[in-house]
């Protein structure tokens, strides 16, 4: 530890001992305030940085034992180690002193030797007990950000940005904070190898940014790609440092006059926290490290959830296209019928993640159709009993090639339940109401609604009107009891959207909600 970084406060009601305490200090390099009222101290302990409190004991109006109390009762003064100095030497007067907080004694007339040697125990003392404050503060700020950030993720919501914004916040340092945080940070991030840098302060309590003109990242050398690298300096160590382009670069803009820092490189994020209160030591960095990591995982994994889901949704395609193969009237059918209930669900009320779901889902509701001979599915001219008995197993089938996985629940339901009519007139079950389950009645709807309206082999095309009188009034095929009230409710308030979406998506070129 080095003097002349430390403050220390010395309170003495005779201006002599205050002299003399000013002389064996200052020349030492320690900064020091001195005060003859102890009444001033608690003033003088808010308002500055004090890092020692040499305190007389017998004052006329305040003594060293009341001073000492006020200090080490406050939660925000009692880690200020106090050294009191007495001519009282009682095992009595030691115990008060003890009792009232003081960390140590010096009996007067001192030896100056000896204050020298307490001031600078006790300083290293309190320097190891700061870390260890700020360590356990780190801990649990770390810990509680890493669970907000979690509570909140979202892999289709995620933006990196505001991530990192999350982090900068953890780091910076906000007014009346302790010194142990940066003032600035500097965050560079790439996108198809464009690099953004961005410079967060705080103000009142609130994070600003600011987008910085300047290339940084051509005055760094970047480790290579899964690595990274962190480096920090202090004051005087900025010249020796691979990081002397890039304060150069930040000075010469008049951006700043850096004093210390730390710098997280890696080939898609770069972080510099300048300007500490103190010199930054391999903790600070380690805690920086941390907190970029945190954010690195949460890109990596957001990214891989979206590359899951798009896998899923390519095969669903897949095995839809696969089912489709001896159908020759399918044309768009399945994407509109997953659309029409994504529609539907979400005029119901549903929760985003069911409509995304349900529209996803519904397009493997007939797939069990790849088990129903050729024969029949191609088969010209009317069906007999056993071709229909053979068609109607088309939902058992489907539950079956969809399987038991969670994931697909929606979907085996779905199949398994498409052609149920809320009136129990329905297939493979006969089920009735709310037994079916509402997945089942919404895809119910829409493939009817689209089958009504798609020209077939047997039926012309019918127009978007007729359909809706269709579904709403009944004919001989389809009744209004067919469908729970609550959907045909809906079905109706979405209309008008239901005759766009079928334009929109009537030739067989796809689309994606
Ligand atoms: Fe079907
Ligand atoms: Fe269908």
């Given at each position: 530890m080095e003097p002349g970084k430390h403050t220390i406060l010395c309170v003495d009601d005779e201006l002599v001992n205050l002299k003399v305490l000013d002389a064996v200090l200052t020349p030492r390099g320690y900064q020091v305030i001195v005060t003859?009222?102890?009444?001033?101290v608690q003033t003088i302990v808010q308002e500055k940085s004090i890092d020692l409190i040499l305190l007389d004991?017998?004052?006329?109006?305040?003594d060293g034992y009341s001073v000492c109390r006020q200090i080490k009762d406050n939660p925000q003064t009692r880690q200020i180690p106090v050294v009191m100095i007495t001519v009282l030497s009682s095992k009595e007067d030691r115990i008060k002193g003890i009792d009232a907080g003081a960390d140590d004694f010096v009996t007067k007339p001192f030896d100056q030797e000896v204050v020298l040697a307490r001031v600078r125990m006790l300083l290293k003392m309190k320097a190891l007990n700061d870390r260890l404050n700020h360590g356990y503060h780190n801990i649990t700020r770390l810990t509680s950000f890493g669970e907000e950030i979690l509570k909140g993720f979202s892999a289709k919501n995620f933006r990196f940005f505001d991530v990192i914004s999350g982090v900068v916040k953890q780091v910076l340092r906000q007014?009346?904070?302790?010194?142990?945080?940066?003032?600035i940070v500097i965050v560079g991030t790439t996108n198809r190898n464009r690099w953004e840098w961005y410079q967060f302060e705080s103000a009142f309590n609130e994070l600003y940014s600011t987008k910085l003109n300047l290339q940084l990242q051509d005055c760094l050398s970047l480790p290579a790609t899964g690595d990274s690298r962190v480096l920090f300096f202090n004051e005087g160590e900025v010249g020796g440092t691979v990081l002397r382009e890039l304060v150069r670069m930040l000075e010469s803009e008049s951006l700043l006059s850096v004093r210390n820092g730390i710098s997280y490189l890696s080939p898609e994020l770069c972080a510099f926290s300048l300007n500490y209160g103190r010199d930054v030591t391999v903790y600070d960095a380690s805690v920086l490290k941390s907190l970029v990591m945190q954010s690195l995982f949460l890109k990596s994994l957001s990214n891989q959830v979206l590359e899951t889901e798009d896998a899923l949704e390519h095969t669903v395609r897949a095995l839809v296209r696969a089912s489709e193969a001896?159908?020759?009237?399918?044309?768009n059918h399945v994407i509109r019928v997953g659309a029409f209930s994504a529609l539907l669900a979400e005029t119901l009320g549903m929760s985003a993640k069911f409509v995304r779901s349900i529209w996803l889902q519904?397009?493997?509701?007939?797939?069990?159709?790849?088990?129903?001979?050729v024969n029949i599915l191609r088969k010209e001219g009317k069906l007999d009993t056993q071709d229909l008995i053979a068609i109607r197993r088309h939902p058992l089938y489907g539950a079956e090639i969809i399987g038991p996985h969670p994931r697909f629940r929606m979907a085996r339901n779905i199949a398994l339940t498409?052609?149920?009519?809320w009136d129990g007139?329905?297939?493979?079950?006969g089920l009735k109401g709310e037994q079916i389950p509402v997945e089942g009645r919404i895809v119910g709807l829409a493939d009817t609604y689209d089958s009504i309206r798609t020209a077939k082999r047997f039926k012309p095309a019918i127009s978007h009107d007729e359909a809706v009188e269709t579904i709403l009034k009944g004919n001989e095929r389809t009744?209004?009891?067919?469908?729970?009230p609550r959907i045909l409710a809906a079905f109706q308030r979405a209309a008008v959207r239901f005759a766009k979406l079928y334009a929109r998506l009537e030739e067989p070129s796809g689309e994606k909600r």
């Open positions: 003859q009222n102890p009444k001033e004991v017998m004052m006329p109006e305040l007014s009346g904070d302790i010194q142990d945080k940066p003032l001896n159908d020759q009237d399918s044309g519904a397009q493997m509701h007939d797939v069990g159709m790849m088990r129903v001979p498409h052609h149920e009519r007139s329905g297939y493979p079950k009744r209004p009891d067919h469908f729970d």
